[in-house]
């Protein structure tokens, strides 16, 4: 076996790590394989000889070439995400399986670590998914330890949120969100309506198509609407928004709906579907344990 050979076998042991280290740091299976891709071009071009642990240090190219992608973003304008957007060209990776990546994941995850800076996003990927000691990452961010540290308690609060809400109020929510989202996602206009109360508002900041009413009234009304809607649902996952069970829908990880729910004795009362991209932005968001 020549060394080539051997070099691109020990690479395809770690490429499954890699990918998906590069997913949780990048929410985008374009993005991760290039990032994959270049950890290999520059394997290629390096003396493997002096590398003592090939996983480590393919581990820290994968994670340096990521922060400088997300820095790229960071720094650029990016247009506003719309259901008609094209898709990215991939690199033979379907959108049922980015859909699976996704799911994998959690796309509330993924729009929660979105909103972390690069440095605090890839402190918190590599420390607490994937244990990376504080001192490796250190060296790829270029901060001291006990910087790193502190980059990634601040990520972990903002992932796992506040306590303002009683965790038990909050798991009686996230039951009767996780039977809302079985029902929609089944068409099941009678488990919709076991979890809706009769007089439910829905009301909308902006319409979902030209000519759609912002509010809807009754919960039949809204059930036998969302059920023509059921394959959609797949998009959407329980989130904590602005301190209550509610869910976010995010294509690719990119979030474009969130909905505000209002549940009075188990039942799901009011609807707040929040599309406007400024007050998306505003939403304090954490993911549900």
């Not at 079985?182 to 919709?192: I, K, M, N, S, T």
């Not at 990880?253 to 929040?274: D, F, M, P």
Request: hydrophobic share 45%; net charge neutral.
């Amino acid at each position: 076996m020549s060394e080539r050979d051997y070099l691109a076998e020990r690479f395809e042991e770690n490429r499954a790590h890699l990918r998906a280290v590069a997913y949780r740091m990048l929410g985008s299976s374009t993005e991760v394989d290039d990032a994959v891709q270049e950890a290999w071009l520059r394997l290629s071009r390096t003396d493997a000889a002096g590398i003592d642990n090939l996983g480590g240090w393919l581990t820290t190219v994968v994670a340096r070439v990521c922060l400088d992608l997300l820095r790229s973003r960071k720094s650029q304008r990016e247009e506003p995400f719309t259901p008609d957007a094209p898709e990215p060209v991939a690199t033979g990776t379907s959108p049922e399986h980015e859909a699976l990546l996704a799911d994998s994941v959690g796309l509330a995850l993924l729009v929660v670590l979105d909103r972390l800076t690069p440095a605090e996003r890839l402190a918190f990927v590599l420390h607490d998914m994937f244990a990376t000691p504080f001192e490796e990452i250190a060296t790829i961010l270029g901060r001291s330890p006990t910087a790193t540290r502190q980059l990634a308690s601040r990520a972990r609060r903002r992932v796992r949120g506040g306590a303002e809400t009683p965790r038990t109020d909050l798991v009686r929510q996230r039951q009767v969100v996780d039977a809302f989202l079985a029902a929609l996602r089944g068409g099941d206009f009678e488990g919709l309506l076991a979890v809706l109360d009769p007089d439910l508002v829905v009301r909308a900041d902006m319409p979902a198509r030209p000519g759609a009413p912002t509010e809807i009234r009754g919960a039949a009304v809204y059930a036998r609407q969302a059920v023509a809607f059921a394959q959609l649902a797949r998009l959407a996952q329980p989130a904590v928004v602005n301190g209550a069970v509610g869910i976010v829908m995010a294509p690719r990880g990119r979030l474009l709906r969130a909905l505000r729910l209002t549940i009075v004795n188990g039942k799901i009362s009011e609807i707040e579907v929040i599309g406007n991209p400024a007050r998306l932005s505003e939403l304090d968001l954490s993911i549900v344990d």
